[in-house]
């Protein structure tokens, strides 16, 4: 099972959940039976499933422990928050397996939007994510807005990290200049956090007066 989650990555890394051909991840996994991927995972949304709850385990983990240390620290500040949700995946950048589950990941979670995002999807390994994600919403207030920023966020990160996942499976960026850049996202994504929400007692600025915009 492990070649074909290896092969399952190599394709869905570089010709998308949906490009990638089943048979030729057989071929590559070394498998005789044509309908080796259907009789172990039930299909291609199983194999993308399957190789989440093989990468999900040491993050999920790895993001616990980081909790933990900001909580017994009593630090847990956005910032440091931001840190937590860059940093256990990350990690993942250093080897080339990890590397195809982020761009997996990052088409896996577009699916999903922003707003899905902030409650976690209902499978295994995303316990840190959901604690995460709360203390995170209650640090910004705990407003529909505050969720709204919080999914964006994650978005964010999954998004660009899967982009300098890219560089470096391309041959374009070194895993040094991807720890480097990941450094940098951990500001960018605490920006983001910490930008001033909107206002809900405010509406929405209305038109400036003028022509109307399609004849502008």
């Not at 902030?118 to 203390?135: G, K």
């Not at 990290?161 to 996202?185: N, P």
Request: hydrophobic share 40%; net charge neutral.
């Amino acid at each position: 099972m492990e070649a074909l989650l290896r092969a399952a990555e190599h394709h869905m890394a570089w010709h998308g959940i949906e490009g990638a051909d089943l048979k030729a991840i057989q071929i590559d996994a070394g498998q005789r039976n044509k309908s080796a991927v259907n009789y172990h995972f039930g299909g291609r949304d199983g194999l993308v499933e399957a190789i989440g709850i093989w990468h999900r385990g040491p993050i999920d983990a790895r993001r616990s422990e980081l909790l933990d240390r900001l909580e017994a620290a009593g630090t847990t500040d956005v910032a440091d928050l931001a840190g937590a949700m860059v940093e256990p995946i990350s990690e993942c950048l250093a080897e080339e397996s990890g590397r195809r589950y982020v761009i997996i990941l990052a088409e896996a979670m577009a699916r999903y939007g922003s707003d899905l995002l902030v409650d976690a999807a209902d499978v295994p390994h995303v316990e840190s994510t959901r604690r995460l994600n709360r203390m995170l919403v209650d640090e910004l207030g705990g407003s529909a807005a505050a969720r709204r920023r919080v999914g964006h966020a994650q978005l964010v990160t999954i998004t660009l990290l899967a982009d300098t996942a890219r560089g470096v499976e391309s041959g374009q960026r070194s895993v040094r200049h991807a720890r480097r850049r990941s450094r940098e996202l951990v500001g960018l994504v605490a920006a983001l956090l910490t930008a001033p929400l909107p206002d809900p007692r405010r509406p929405p600025n209305p038109d400036p007066p003028g022509r109307p915009f399609a004849q502008r």
